[in-house]
């Protein structure tokens, strides 16, 4: 497959960051995904939060698995590390990197077959080890690549392109991320730019594990009457929790509405998704709280968004294990090797 990079160039009134970068900076290739996909919404809220955070892309570790979502870290972050790891298994593979090299801010792009399906468990270890780093899943509920049967994450009742009705019941990642113990959860919908950049420029922040699950309608395959990814219904069914301030050529859909408003967005093909905003009053502290509020809007057919959960006091990988600050790759013979004396007292305190 043939990659367009984009020209670095910039008209010389464009705005720039505390580092003097401007956004295209922090672009990458030219996208191949389906003109309309919600996917190029979330590589472009994700360029944003960069640029606006004046991160240095050669900070930045992009990891990602199989399928459409794992496609995306080429279109941004052009100058940051990358790698495109195999089918679920990028979880393990971030995890190592963190525990090599703390020093760098980790980023795990991924899809709801690659971490619903065959990544399940992949992706709850990372999250209950507290790895410190964002993980994104772009959910649109159906494998986009192998022509848009059900994923894990399709609702029981929905409906595919050709009429077919899910029978199997639907795996929740943010209830399941709250299950498992991720200090930051949320959940946000890619044509709600207003949404999104804040709560993943908060999820850089965080230090632990941050998970954002981002409701991105298929348009080749699951953009119709009768789903529950489509555009149409995630506008009409979306509970927002609060507000937050930190094919055919088709035209990008985009939602800018308040918080405790449900938004019906209609879809190019005339079906609507059901958003709903989390009220201001509402408290993201408490975990068991917010496992019931999604439970309660989820028996009403609403889609949560909005910031969910947030631990005050997160504790990540390297805490939990005590490890070294330094870069493995930096770490010299005499420190690697400490000497008999030092592995008999390791040894003498497992007895």
Do not use: W
């Not at 993943?200 to 954002?212: L, V, Y």
Request: charge should be negative; charged fraction near 20%; glycine fraction near 10%.
């Amino acid at each position: 497959m043939t990659y367009i990079n984009k020209p670095k160039l910039a008209h010389p009134n464009a705005a720039v960051n505390e580092l003097g970068y401007t956004r295209r900076y922090y672009e990458g290739a030219v996208s191949t995904l389906c003109a309309g996909c919600g996917h190029d919404s979330i590589s472009s809220a994700i360029i944003q939060a960069f640029f606006e955070l004046s991160v240095e892309p050669h900070r930045v570790a992009k990891l990602s698995g199989i399928g459409c979502s794992s496609k995306t870290p080429t279109y941004f972050l052009g100058s940051s590390h990358g790698l495109n790891s195999v089918h679920g298994r990028m979880p393990s593979v971030l995890t190592g990197a963190n525990l090599a090299n703390r020093d760098l801010l980790y980023l795990g792009v991924s899809g709801d077959g690659d971490s619903a399906s065959i990544g399940l468990g992949q992706f709850a270890h990372a999250l209950r080890r507290g790895v410190n780093m964002l993980y994104v899943v772009e959910n649109n509920g159906v494998y986009g690549l192998t022509k848009g049967q059900f994923s894990a994450t399709a609702d029981s009742g929905s409906k595919s392109k050709r009429g077919v009705v899910n029978t199997d019941s639907s795996i929740d990642l943010v209830g399941l991320a709250l299950q498992l113990g991720a200090t930051f959860v949320a959940r946000s919908f890619s044509g709600d730019k207003t949404q999104l950049v804040p709560l993943i420029k908060a999820a850089i922040e965080h230090k632990g594990a941050a998970f954002i699950d981002v409701v991105s309608p298929c348009v080749a395959f699951n953009n119709h009457a009768g789903s529950t990814k489509s555009y149409d219904y995630v506008r009409e069914h979306n509970e927002v929790v609060n507000r937050l301030d930190f094919m055919p050529l088709r035209k990008e859909i985009t939602a800018d509405y308040e918080p405790g408003k449900v938004e019906n967005i209609v879809q190019h093909d005339g079906s609507v998704i059901r958003l709903h905003k989390v009220d201001d009053d509402y408290d993201p502290y408490d975990r068991i709280a917010a496992m019931n509020y999604l439970g309660d809007h989820a028996a009403k057919g609403e889609v949560v968004t909005g910031l969910i959960y947030l631990d005050r006091e997160p504790q990540d990988l390297h805490a939990n294990l005590g490890t070294v600050t330094a870069p493995l790759n930096s770490l010299n013979e005499k420190e690697l090797c400490p000497g008999v004396a030092t592995l008999e007292a390791i040894n003498e305190s497992l007895r």
